[in-house]
Nanobody
Framework: QVQLVESGGGLVQPGGSLRLSCAAS????????MGWYRQAPGKQRELVAH???????NYADSVKGRFTISRDNARKMVYLQMNSLKPEDTAVYYC?????????WGQGTQVTVSS
């Protein structure tokens, strides 16, 4: 069984930065891709950033130039560096792992951008 645990969320002022981390544990799976999604109250979950094992990166237009996704494949971790945060970035952020036969989600971490 695969488990994902996110950390690093919190309250930050507009213009500030946060770094989210996601650790994958378990055995018997291979990672095709990992990514970050977010869901704000009353809205659908949306892609924030995505990284395939071949090195392909994809970002939502709303975060391009502000957020950076990175991975440590040896440690099975994925990170999201978030800079220049805006109030509209407020959401629960979820880590997703895509293996060759199933997708897995973390429990989510709250990010609140407010003065």
């Amino acid at each position: 069984q695969v488990q994902l645990v996110e950390s690093g969320g919190g309250l930050v002022q507009p213009g500030g930065s946060l770094r989210l981390s996601c650790a994958a544990s378990g055995s018997g799976f291979s990672i095709y891709a990992m990514g970050w999604y977010r869901q704000a109250p009353g809205k659908q979950r949306e892609l924030v950033a995505h990284s395939t094992s071949s090195g392909r990166l994809n970002y939502a237009d709303s975060v391009k130039g502000r957020f950076t996704i990175s991975r440590d494949n040896a440690r099975k971790m994925v990170y999201l560096q978030m800079n220049s945060l805006k109030p509209e970035d407020t959401a629960v952020y979820y880590c997703k792992l895509e293996s060759t036969w199933a997708d897995y989600w973390g429990q989510g971490t709250q990010v609140t951008v407010s003065s």
